[in-house]
């Protein structure tokens, strides 16, 4: 149904280039990951678009790290075990808490300036986090901050070479070993990077949806490539939806950071009035998922399609200061934080699940990594504890970086040539505008495998993405056609581990299962091009 490539070639006939390295994205996972390798080996860098434009970007809450007196690495792990919801990886956790320090320092030292206070990295807390251990920068621009000082240590780097405005169209494998991969230049040319190791950084999948808080980018590409190449995909039911979009006419969903929250905002409902205490102790600092789906009961409560934002009982001068991205977009639309109630609702945000990795961050496919939002390497289980993707890239990113170092040269397989794939189904499909087909593909998804779920909408939304695998017979040849195919094969994923997955856990919910069951269902599921879905025990304690 879906084949192992997205395109014909022979290898013989293409332009061959050598490196040791190829990194496939340049948000905090593979800027990290670039410069680290590239202390070692030559490394090849490859992006879609520009350089700053990723994920990481346009992060605003922070990284999570133990950096005060206060807090220790056993809190930091019990919050994020508890916020999985009992699908984390225990030994990921630990690397995660105990190596996320030291990466927050390896990010000052290559210059990303935090905000201080009195002399003192300055914190802030988030939902489901025990202690305020959130470092941000510039206020609310935490992760423009972190690309823009790394971007420019792999600009100056020698070893680095810095590929913009490049499509990879698939990895290549033999005898289930990566040896590198095939590229689409801007000019249209195609040329075959190979590669000891190769490792995806292509974030997350927010554009599967209709609304989102993520850049026009993210559309799981390196999900898809992983899976077309034989490599275990887990947890795609796993997609966390952030509580708190902007939601006003002529607007973007722009994130409004859960930091607001950890600052004191409220979240009510059109009459007003203030609603959390009816579903978690917490109050906004719940789990998002819990905050997101309350918001949605709300809405539906009172006929409405937003909720308020409420942050004015605050200073103003603090309200400026702590976000000042947030209150000059906001202001950009006519609305003033510290003075009005701001609307806002859930919208797609972060895919826990993605490429299973190893705790050295190595695929199911030797010498293919993957790291940052598009992995699944058990830091997150069934819902992401705020703020811990940025810490995972950098703790991941050198985890691989050491891996790599103990590699051996590229076996015979890698060393030939002649491999060469064409697909006798091709023929033409017929060609419909394709951002008329992204936009159908994202409505299905709202419509069908959202927030809230339930078997008849997960079966029509399987029904309406299949009508578009036809894509894959006909002749594919421009970056907006492979990241249609790309977005559809995760389509495809997530809604096939939904309709398995017949319970409620983390940021999957189902309204026929609404409750958690830990005995049949504290188990993980993966997804293989070449097996029916599997399943794999936590180890979760």
């Not at 410069?35 to 434009?53: F, Y």
């Not at 309350?294 to 942050?311: P, Q, R």
Request: aromatic residues 8%; negative net charge; charged residues 25%.
């Amino acid at each position: 149904m879906i084949p192992q490539y997205l395109v014909d070639f022979d290898l013989q006939s293409l332009p061959c280039i050598e490196t040791d390295v190829i990194v496939i994205g340049s948000g905090i996972a593979g800027l990290y990951t670039a410069i680290e390798a590239g202390k070692d080996h030559s490394v090849i860098m490859i992006t879609k678009n520009a350089l700053l434009e990723s994920n990481t970007r346009y992060a605003q809450g922070g990284i999570a790290a133990v950096t005060s007196e206060d807090d220790s690495p056993t809190y930091h792990r019990e919050d994020t075990l508890m916020a999985g919801a009992g699908l984390c990886s225990s030994a990921a956790v630990d690397a995660l808490v105990n190596e996320g320090p030291e990466g927050v320092q390896e990010l000052i030292r290559l210059g990303t300036s935090f905000d201080v206070e009195n002399g003192e990295l300055a914190l802030t807390q988030e939902g489901a986090h025990s202690r305020r251990r959130i470092l941000h920068a510039n206020g609310d621009a935490t992760g423009f901050e972190i690309v823009r000082a790394l971007a420019v240590q792999v600009q100056l780097h020698e070893r680095v070479k810095l590929w913009e405005h490049h499509f990879v169209i698939d990895v290549l494998s033999s005898q289930n070993e990566c040896i590198g991969a095939l590229i689409q230049r801007p000019d249209g040319q195609r040329v075959y990077v190979k590669a000891a190791a190769t490792i995806l950084c292509t974030g997350g999948a927010g554009q599967l949806y209709r609304y989102t808080t993520n850049p026009d980018v993210a559309t799981a590409d390196g999900i898809a490539i992983a899976y077309r190449a034989g490599a275990q995909i887990r947890d795609m039911e796993f997609i966390q939806f952030h509580p708190t979009a902007l939601c006003y006419p002529g607007a973007p969903r722009f994130l409004i950071s859960e930091a607001v929250r950890g600052e004191g905002a409220v979240l009510r409902n059109i009459k007003g009035e203030r609603f959390m205490e009816k579903y978690h102790d917490l109050l906004e600092l719940a789990p998002r998922d819990i905050v997101a789906r309350a918001i949605v009961s709300e809405m539906e409560d009172t006929k409405s399609t937003f909720v308020y934002l409420d942050i004015t009982h605050e200073p103003e001068d603090m309200i400026k200061h702590r976000f000042p991205t947030i209150y000059e977009t906001c202001m950009n639309y006519g609305l003033d934080m510290a003075a009005d109630w701001i609307p806002v609702a859930p919208a797609a945000h972060y895919m826990m699940g993605g490429v299973k990795t190893d705790l050295n961050g190595e695929s199911s496919v030797s010498r293919l990594f993957a790291c940052g939002e598009v992995s699944s390497t058990g830091v997150h289980g069934a819902n992401r504890l705020a703020s811990n993707s940025l810490s995972e890239a950098i703790v991941f990113g050198k985890r691989i970086v050491n891996r790599i170092r103990g590699l051996k040269p590229l076996s015979a397989a890698g060393d030939i040539l002649d491999i060469f794939h064409v697909d006798k189904e091709r023929m033409g499909a017929p060609k419909q505008a394709i951002i008329e087909r992204r936009l159908k593909l994202q409505k299905v998804m709202v419509r069908y495998v959202g927030l809230r779920r339930n078997e008849a909408l997960l079966y029509k939304g399987m029904e309406e993405l299949k009508r578009q695998l036809p894509i894959f017979h006909g002749e594919l040849t421009r970056k907006e056609e492979f990241e249609f195919a790309n977005m559809l094969i995760s389509c495809l994923l997530v809604t096939c581990a939904a309709l398995e997955r017949q319970e409620s856990r983390g940021a999957h919910y189902r309204e026929d299962y609404p409750h958690k069951d830990d005995a049949m269902w504290r188990k993980h599921l993966l997804q293989h091009r070449e097996d029916e879905i599997m399943e794999e025990f936590s180890d979760d304690v």
